[in-house]
Every structure is written in C-alpha cells, then in structure tokens.
C-alpha cells in the first residue's frame, strides 16, 4: 500500500525514509568553487606583485641554495608532521578510547595531513584517507568525522594561541601589520589568548559535551586541551620555522612576528581548499613581507614547498602504498590470489597517480621554454608547424591525461585504453616540440605498466564515465591556473602585444604557451559545461518496459505481496538459468540499486545476489540492496555490506481478524456508516479493469490535484493504464459513480494480500477510507489469506541506545522530530491501531563515506528528481 488516509498526508507510504534522508544530504561543491576563486585571486596578485622577476633567476637563487640551509627546514618539517600525527593520537583518546593503537593513530594522522596538505580539499582527501586506515580497527564514518572535527579544534587552537603570541610579543616590524598600531596589537593579541583561558576554564569545571542528531561530541579535559593547544601550536610554529629558515635574512622580520604572518597565510590555504595553497600562500607572504620582486624569496617559497609539502605527500603515498599491501596480502592465502588481489588493489591507484602525474608534466613543460640546443637540432630535421601543433596537443593530451586519471582509479577498462593512447601520443608529441626524451621516456613506461597489468581494469564503462564531478571541475581549474603562472613567470620578460598571438618561429616559446594556454581553457570549459548540461536523466515515472515471462511464472508461485512491483514496468531484471528467481533493479547515480530481496526459489536467490554484486562490480558502480528482510541477511554481510534498519513492515493476520471489540470499533463504525451513506463496495476483476480506467483516472488525477507531490515509482506504484490492468481493482460506489479504489496486490501462494494505489475523490466521505480498508479485510479473510500488508512505517523501530550505531541514533532523531519533513510517529499510529505484526526492514549498502551518496541515489530513483521530497 502506497497510499494512506487522513490523518497521515502522505501519498506514497513507502517513500518516506527516502523523502527524508535526501534532506540531510547536501551536494558539496563550494569548497572546489572557492578554491579555484582563491587560486584565481593569488595569480592576479602574483601578477602584479612578481614585478619583473624572471624564471631563470628564481631557479638560479634555487641552485644557489645550500643544504645547510635546507637540513634545518627539514628538521622542522620533521617536527610539524610529528605534532600533526599527534592530532590523531589526541582524538582518538576522546572519541575512541582502547579501540585504535597508538602507532596506528600516529600512522593515519601522518598519512591523512600529508595528503590534505599537498592535495588540499582537506574534508574529501583527509577523511577517506583516514577511514581508509581506521576501518582496519572497526571504526565507522561518523568515528572518523568525530576524530577529524577534535583535530580540527586541535589545529585552531594552535593557530590562534600562535597569533596571540606573536601579537602580544612583537607586533612591529610587519608591512601587513601596519595598519594597526602596536598598542592594539598587543590588545588583539591579549584577547586572543584570554579568550583560549577562558575555554581551558569552563572546560576545567566539569566534563563538558554536546549532542548532535543523537550521538554526542566530547570535549577534551582542561588538562588534555592545554596539551592539544601546545600540540597546535608546535605544528605552526614548527611549519613558519620551516619557511622561516630559507627566507634571505635581510628580508625576514622577528620570528614572532612571521609567527602572525605565516598563520595568516595558512587560515587562507586552508579557506581556499587549493593544492597546499598553491598561490595563495606565495600571494600571501610576499605582500605580507613586501618582498613582491626579489627571486630569492620566491626561490625560499618553491623549496618550503618542495620541503614541506611534495616530500611528505611522497612519504605519506608510499606509507598508504604499504599500507594496502600489507592489508590485501594478510587476507589471501595462496600465491596466486596474493598476485590477483595485490594487482586488483594496487595496480589501479598508482597508474592513477602515475597517469595524473604526466598530465601535469606536460602542462607545465608547455608552460616553460624549451631547451635552446635541442630546438636547434630539430629545427633542422622537422617542419615548424609540426612543432608548433605538437607543443599546442601535448597540453591539451595533458589535460586529457588528467581527466582520464579518474576512469583508471574506478577500474573503468575504457580508461586504460584512452591513457595507453595519450601517454604514447604525448610522449610523441614531447619529442616533436623540443625534443623532450625524458618526458617521452616517462610517458612511454606508464604507458607499458598499465598495458602489462590488464586485468586490473575489468569495469565496464563509456566516455560517460570519464565524465567530471564539482570537485574534479574545482582541481581541473587549479590545474590550469597553476599551469598558467608557472608559464607568466617563465615568460616575465616579454611584453604583451597582441601580435603575439599569431608569431610562429623557433624561438617563439611565448606565442606558443599562449596558444596553448587559451586551448587549455576552452577544452577545460567544455568539459565543465558539458557535465553540467549533460548530467544522466532521472529516472521518470513515464513508459514500461516488457517484464519477462519467467518473471511473471515466478510472481504466480511466490510469497508476499511486495514483489508485484516488479510488473511496474519501470525496473530490470536479472533472472537465474534455472528461472527459478529473479532480482528486479534499477540504476542511479552510481549505484545499482535493488528493490527487494530475490524472488522465487531461496537457493537459486543467493546466487542471484553474488551475481548482482559482480555485475554492478564490473560495471564501476555500487551493488545496493533496498527495502530487504531478514532472510538473506547473511549473504549481504558476506559481502561486507554495511545493514541499515530502515524502518517496519506492518501484516495483520486475517485468521482471526474481526470488526468486534474495542480496538475496531473505528472501522465498524466507517464500515456501518459507508452502508448509510450509500457507499456500495465491489470488486473489478482485473479483465475488466480496461473498460473502467477513465472512471478510475478520473479519481486518480483529482486526488493528485490535491497533493503538492507527484507520482514516485521503483518502489511504489503509479497511475498507469498498462500497470492498473495487471490487478483486480476495489471501489467503492456511490450511486454509479466511482469514488475511491485501490488496485490489490495478491502473493503468488495466496498467502498475503495488499494495495498499492488507494485514491478518493474529496468531499464524498469522512469515512472513505477506512471502510475501503475495512471491506477490503473482510474481503481477504473471506478468500482464505492468512496475511493483509499494511505496507512500511519508515525509521521506526530502531534502538535508541547511547551505545546504539550512528544510523540508529539519525534514524530515531528524525523519527522523533521531523514531523515537519513526514508524519513518521502518526504513520506508525495509523497501522498500529490494526494490531499488526511488525517485520524489520533494512538497506545492505557499502558503508563508510559513500552511505550519502547512495541515499541520495536511492531518493533519485524513488522519487524522479530530488527536489520533489521537499513536496508532501
């Protein structure tokens, strides 16, 4: 049954967890977006504040730096990447205490922030980075946000206990710092860190927490927050320290006071979610030092960057790397299933890296000059305009390289086909621009690598699946950004005309990344546009599909009424060899999803469902089952599926059932009353349902009018002519006038009965309703079933327990207080006045980080567009 009576508004009952839980989840796309205006705001300042410095003297002060002064910004990196793994350590003394080993903390602090940092996008890199590791010990996602939410106190308290220092004790000497005098310096300075005491103080006063959606955030002791401020604060100021120590000496100021410089640099890094801060935290020293044109400042920065954040992401990848190995070789047993899942595990992340990692080589080799000797030699074998084409698609390969690089890491095969031939076509292109053999060289061994491992890309897939999301559309626009003032420095000295644009020489190094610059930009646009324009159609309640006989001989034997959905017309289906059963699904997002368990025979079922999940496995996409009981649980938790109670199906038994008593003294009264009123209740067999579709469209389109929502679909019927005929129809009359129906659902062994569609015309009858429910029980006593399903009542029925998992603790939290979303507490009180027997009902889903997503590819499919749940 989808459709209820007053007082439950509701027009389809099964969709309710789904209307609400697509509430919660929000795309996340301004981080990507405010990264790229960041990075595009550092280049204009870099622009203007670079002066004339030139390349070639920032890689001489580069060369002329010596390792006696990079040892100690080593050493200081050292001391900062310590202080942040202890991060981890402190949360997990809080959020989970005895259950993660301190070497392990150490280890996915040190992994997560030497990812973060470099990479940026701190919440999508750091995070996964770290359930990737603390799932190995049976945390769960929310664990890991609670951990990553107390480091984030940890670093901002370091932060802020740096800038009130360094306020408070030197506040002169700084180009950015005067515009305020030294007096409201140490004013501001002070305030900062009475502010910090005033925290360490109410938290000494009693352990202090907060509840958020059910579960509860700890605060750390008095004690444990001095000592994660001191580790904060170490971090920073190790982290300026290391910068610090490369910077010229005539143009550094008092170490306090870079103190406030450098935390002022890293507040915009991290606003800006840019790769490390690309320009952003170059734009912001150099103006805070007012140092704009000298190359040795700019020289200090290129090895701070060097030092402090590409050595730690090489670290950190091989440290995960290992870290894989070890995790996928300490589950297989033999030889030759250690090689299979090594290759499956390994083999697509590093040709990813790899593959990412030419595509930015040939960017920023076509942002820079070409070596002069080799130009010379070539020129005298290659005709220019094959030069200046190569220059202009070794770019645009490298961009494309990129974009690929996503494909390779879903093991998407289509994508190691494409990246062996841009790799090769790039390495060609190297050679006929400048003769760039190591580049080639580079590019062909890639290329080699992922040709050997060709079993580690066995997913099905299409140009489609090459196609961006907000983030990678965010990290596409920093990439080209950064491409694009590597090439301004490299080519200072040349003043702009416009003529520039069309010169073809040699030494027309400039002409050429101008070109190929302006290329970048129209191809990345495209792409942007194209996956904004182009994203996949929602399903929609609208066409059927033929349902195969064996999926309709298999209906007429089964048990329960739930699978006579599968003759919607709007799933797929995936039959056994025996046709003995059946899996009906569909596609979101992606998500495979399906509705229900298998149908049919149980034994012929369980390998229904390992046939699923390999299929969507093959296809890159997310094996989900939806709206599943008890039965098959085992094999979904084989699968390492994540189970989600979402809510109870409610049967009353029809063996007993009667209107005598005082609990059904409601519908003896609407069944006595409908007869007073002239209600007349009759059953249209399904054979003649055809000739009476007007009448029953009539009742159908005039209760929709009164309803904000529209039709749903997968897991719930709609109005369909093709569809009502496959049922036996109840209606109650009124005079010749049909009034109100609902289409009957019959289990194939005659065990259960149900409705789907239950529609009325308004004004007719206070009482319409429940004396359709109450003749329709009579109706199914009187024909021998033994079950009548109410449908579900979503999110009830779960454990409200502190020690309860954090589903749970959401799913009862909005149980409890989103009668603004859905009438959940009145769903449940309408079926429970009927007495019924309550079943568990439950969603196998691979847990983790992807748990939004799949919800929200579930409300997609239900639903027909996610916007449509805010409408009740």
Same mark, same amino acid.
């Given at each position: 049954?989808?459709?209820?009576?007053?007082?439950?508004?509701?027009?389809?009952?099964?969709?309710?967890?789904?209307?609400?839980?697509?509430?919660?989840?929000?795309?996340?796309?301004?981080?990507?977006?405010?990264?790229?205006?960041?990075?595009?705001?550092?280049?204009?300042?870099?622009?203007?504040?670079?002066?004339?410095?030139?390349?070639?003297?920032?890689?001489?002060?580069?060369?002329?730096?010596?390792?006696?002064?990079?040892?100690?910004?080593?050493?200081?990196?050292?001391?900062?990447?310590?202080?942040?793994?202890?991060?981890?350590?402190?949360?997990?003394?809080?959020?989970?205490?005895?259950?993660?080993?301190?070497?392990?903390?150490?280890?996915?602090?040190?992994?997560?922030?030497?990812?973060?940092?470099?990479?940026?996008?701190?919440?999508?890199?750091?995070?996964?980075?770290?359930?990737?590791?603390?799932?190995?010990?049976?945390?769960?996602?929310?664990?890991?946000?609670?951990?990553?939410?107390?480091?984030?106190?940890?670093?901002?308290?370091?932060?802020?206990?740096?800038?009130?220092?360094?306020?408070?004790?030197?506040?002169?000497?700084?180009?950015?710092?005067?515009?305020?005098?030294?007096?409201?310096?140490?004013?501001?300075?002070?305030?900062? /860190? =009475?502010? !910090?005491? %005033? +925290?360490?103080?109410?938290? $000494?006063?009693?352990?202090?927490?907060?509840? @958020? &959606?059910?579960? #509860?955030?700890?605060?750390?002791?008095?004690?444990?927050?001095?000592?994660?401020?001191?580790?904060?604060?170490?971090?920073?100021?190790?982290?300026?320290?290391?910068?610090?120590?490369?910077?010229?000496?005539?143009?550094?100021?008092?170490?306090?006071?870079?103190?406030? /410089? =450098?935390? !002022?640099? %890293? +507040?915009?890094?991290?606003? $800006?979610?840019?790769?490390?801060?690309?320009? @952003? &935290?170059?734009? #912001?020293?150099?103006?805070?030092?007012?140092?704009?044109?000298?190359?040795?400042?700019?020289?200090?920065?290129?090895?701070?960057?060097?030092?402090?954040?590409?050595?730690?992401?090489?670290?950190?990848?091989?440290?995960?790397?290992?870290?894989?190995?070890?995790?996928?070789?300490?589950?297989?047993?033999? +030889?030759?299933?250690?090689?299979?899942?090594?290759?499956?595990?390994?083999?697509?992340?590093?040709?990813?890296?790899?593959?990412?990692?030419?595509?930015?080589?040939?960017?920023?080799?076509?942002?820079?000059?070409?070596?002069?000797?080799?130009?010379?030699?070539?020129?005298?074998?290659?005709?220019?305009?094959?030069?200046?084409?190569?220059?202009?698609?070794?770019?645009?390969?490298?961009?494309?390289?990129?974009?690929?690089?996503?494909?390779?890491?879903?093991?998407?095969?289509?994508?190691?086909?494409?990246?062996?031939?841009?790799?090769?076509?790039?390495?060609?292109?190297?050679?006929?621009?400048?003769?760039?053999?190591?580049?080639?060289?580079?590019?062909?061994?890639?290329?080699?690598?992922?040709?050997?491992?060709?079993?580690?890309?066995?997913?099905?897939?299409?140009?489609?699946?090459?196609?961006?999301?907000?983030?990678?559309?965010?990290?596409?626009?920093?990439?080209?950004?950064?491409?694009?003032?590597?090439?301004?420095?490299?080519?200072?000295?040349?003043?702009?005309?416009?003529?520039?644009?069309?010169?073809?020489?040699?030494?027309?190094?400039?002409?050429?990344?101008?070109?190929?610059?302006?290329?970048?930009?129209?191809?990345?646009?495209?792409?942007?546009?194209?996956?904004?324009?182009?994203?996949?159609?929602?399903?929609?309640?609208?066409?059927?599909?033929?349902?195969?006989?064996?999926?309709?001989?298999?209906?007429?034997?089964?048990?329960?009424?739930?699978?006579?959905?599968?003759?919607?017309?709007?799933?797929?289906?995936?039959?056994?060899?025996?046709?003995?059963?059946?899996?009906?699904?569909?596609?979101?997002?992606?998500?495979?999803?399906?509705?229900?368990?298998?149908?049919?025979?149980?034994?012929?079922?369980?390998?229904?469902?390992?046939?699923?999940?390999?299929?969507?496995?093959?296809?890159?996409?997310?094996?989900?089952?939806?709206?599943?009981?008890?039965?098959?649980?085992?094999?979904?938790?084989?699968?390492?599926?994540?189970?989600?109670?979402?809510?109870?199906?409610?049967?009353?038994?029809?063996?007993?059932?009667?209107?005598?008593?005082?609990?059904?003294?409601?519908?003896?009264?609407?069944?006595?009353?409908?007869?007073?009123?002239?209600?007349?209740?009759?059953?249209?067999?399904?054979?003649?349902?055809?000739?009476?579709?007007?009448?029953?469209?009539?009742?159908?389109?005039?209760?929709?009018?009164?309803?904000?929502?529209?039709?749903?679909?997968?897991?719930?019927?709609?109005?369909?002519?093709?569809?009502?005929?496959?049922?036996?129809?109840?209606?109650?009359?009124?005079?010749?006038?049909?009034?109100?129906?609902?289409?009957?659902?019959?289990?194939?062994?005659?065990?259960?009965?149900?409705?789907?569609?239950?529609?009325?015309?308004?004004?007719?009858?206070?009482?319409?309703?429940?004396?359709?429910?109450?003749?329709?029980?009579?109706?199914?006593?009187?024909?021998?079933?033994?079950?009548?399903?109410?449908?579900?009542?979503?999110?009830?029925?779960?454990?409200?327990?502190?020690?309860?998992?954090?589903?749970?603790?959401?799913?009862?939290?909005?149980?409890?207080?989103?009668?603004?979303?859905?009438?959940?507490?009145?769903?449940?009180?309408?079926?429970?006045?009927?007495?019924?027997?309550?079943?568990?009902?439950?969603?196998?889903?691979?847990?983790?980080?992807?748990?939004?997503?799949?919800?929200?590819?579930?409300?997609?499919?239900?639903?027909?567009?996610?916007?449509?749940?805010?409408?009740?």
């Amino acid at each position: 049954m989808n459709d209820a009576d007053a007082p439950i508004d509701e027009q389809n009952i099964g969709s309710g967890l789904s209307r609400t839980i697509d509430r919660i989840v929000e795309p996340r796309v301004l981080g990507p977006i405010v990264g790229a205006i960041a990075v595009a705001v550092a280049v204009v300042a870099i622009h203007e504040i670079g002066g004339k410095v030139h390349l070639n003297h920032i890689l001489d002060a580069i060369a002329a730096t010596s390792f006696s002064t990079v040892a100690p910004a080593l050493a200081f990196t050292l001391i900062s990447l310590m202080a942040m793994a202890l991060y981890d350590v402190m949360a997990i003394r809080h959020i989970a205490p005895d259950k993660v080993p301190v070497r392990l903390a150490l280890f996915a602090g040190f992994v997560g922030y030497g990812f973060s940092n470099a990479i940026g996008f701190h919440v999508f890199v750091g995070g996964p980075v770290r359930y990737r590791i603390y799932q190995s010990v049976g945390l769960d996602a929310a664990d890991v946000g609670r951990i990553v939410g107390v480091s984030f106190l940890t670093f901002w308290g370091g932060l802020l206990t740096i800038v009130g220092l360094a306020m408070l004790l030197d506040p002169v000497g700084l180009p950015a710092l005067s515009l305020v005098s030294p007096v409201d310096d140490r004013i501001i300075g002070g305030s900062i /860190l =009475f502010g !910090l005491l %005033v +925290v360490l103080l109410w938290l $000494s006063r009693g352990q202090r927490q907060v509840s @958020v &959606l059910g579960w #509860t955030f700890p605060f750390p002791s008095a004690r444990s927050a001095a000592v994660q401020i001191l580790i904060g604060a170490v971090d920073i100021g190790a982290a300026a320290a290391a910068l610090y120590v490369l910077l010229p000496a005539d143009v550094a100021p008092g170490f306090t006071v870079f103190l406030a /410089l =450098f935390a !002022l640099a %890293v +507040v915009a890094t991290v606003v $800006s979610h840019a790769p490390g801060g690309l320009g @952003v &935290l170059e734009a #912001t020293i150099l103006f805070g030092l007012g140092a704009g044109a000298r190359p040795d400042v700019v020289a200090a920065l290129v090895v701070f960057r060097i030092v402090y954040y590409l050595l730690p992401l090489a670290l950190a990848a091989l440290a995960l790397l290992v870290f894989e190995i070890y995790r996928v070789r300490s589950t297989v047993s033999t +030889v030759a299933g250690r090689t299979l899942a090594l290759t499956r595990h390994i083999v697509p992340p590093i040709s990813a890296t790899l593959v990412f990692a030419g595509g930015l080589v040939l960017l920023f080799s076509g942002s820079v000059p070409a070596i002069g000797d080799r130009t010379d030699w070539l020129s005298d074998i290659l005709p220019l305009p094959f030069a200046e084409a190569s220059h202009l698609l070794a770019s645009v390969t490298g961009l494309l390289l990129i974009i690929i690089a996503r494909g390779l890491y879903r093991r998407i095969a289509l994508a190691r086909f494409a990246a062996i031939v841009l790799l090769l076509t790039g390495a060609l292109f190297s050679l006929m621009k400048g003769l760039d053999w190591e580049e080639a060289v580079v590019l062909i061994a890639v290329a080699a690598t992922l040709f050997i491992y060709k079993d580690a890309f066995y997913r099905k897939g299409d140009w489609r699946s090459f196609r961006l999301d907000a983030t990678w559309i965010g990290l596409l626009a920093i990439v080209v950004i950064a491409s694009t003032i590597v090439g301004l420095l490299a080519y200072r000295h040349v003043e702009y005309q416009s003529s520039l644009w069309w010169e073809f020489a040699w030494d027309g190094d400039a002409p050429r990344f101008l070109r190929a610059t302006m290329a970048l930009a129209i191809v990345a646009a495209a792409l942007a546009i194209d996956t904004v324009i182009n994203r996949p159609p929602h399903p929609k309640p609208s066409g059927r599909s033929a349902v195969p006989d064996a999926v309709r001989r298999i209906l007429e034997t089964s048990s329960g009424t739930e699978p006579c959905v599968a003759l919607l017309g709007d799933k797929s289906f995936m039959i056994s060899p025996c046709e003995k059963a059946f899996l009906m699904y569909a596609r979101s997002g992606n998500s495979w999803i399906t509705m229900g368990d298998p149908v049919g025979d149980a034994q012929a079922g369980s390998t229904l469902i390992w046939r699923f999940a390999e299929a969507a496995d093959q296809a890159g996409a997310r094996a989900v089952f939806y709206s599943i009981q008890p039965e098959f649980l085992t094999h979904y938790l084989d699968m390492s599926l994540a189970i989600l109670k979402i809510g109870e199906v409610a049967r009353i038994s029809l063996s007993d059932f009667s209107l005598d008593g005082a609990v059904r003294q409601p519908l003896r009264y609407a069944y006595g009353k409908s007869s007073r009123e002239g209600l007349v209740f009759s059953v249209i067999p399904k054979a003649d349902v055809a000739s009476f579709l007007p009448e029953l469209r009539a009742v159908s389109d005039e209760w929709m009018g009164k309803k904000h929502g529209s039709e749903k679909g997968f897991s719930l019927g709609y109005f369909d002519d093709d569809y009502m005929r496959e049922f036996d129809c109840a209606v109650l009359r009124k005079g010749d006038e049909i009034v109100a129906f609902a289409n009957l659902w019959r289990s194939g062994d005659g065990e259960e009965l149900s409705v789907d569609l239950m529609r009325y015309k308004r004004g007719v009858s206070k009482i319409m309703m429940d004396a359709l429910f109450a003749h329709i029980l009579l109706l199914g006593k009187a024909e021998g079933y033994k079950w009548f399903n109410l449908g579900a009542a979503p999110l009830s029925g779960l454990a409200d327990h502190p020690l309860a998992s954090t589903w749970n603790r959401i799913g009862t939290f909005i149980y409890k207080r989103g009668d603004e979303i859905y009438n959940f507490e009145g769903l449940r009180a309408f079926k429970q006045k009927f007495d019924p027997v309550w079943t568990p009902q439950y969603l196998a889903c691979p847990g983790g980080l992807a748990m939004p997503q799949i919800l929200l590819d579930i409300t997609t499919l239900i639903s027909g567009n996610p916007i449509r749940i805010f409408k009740r």
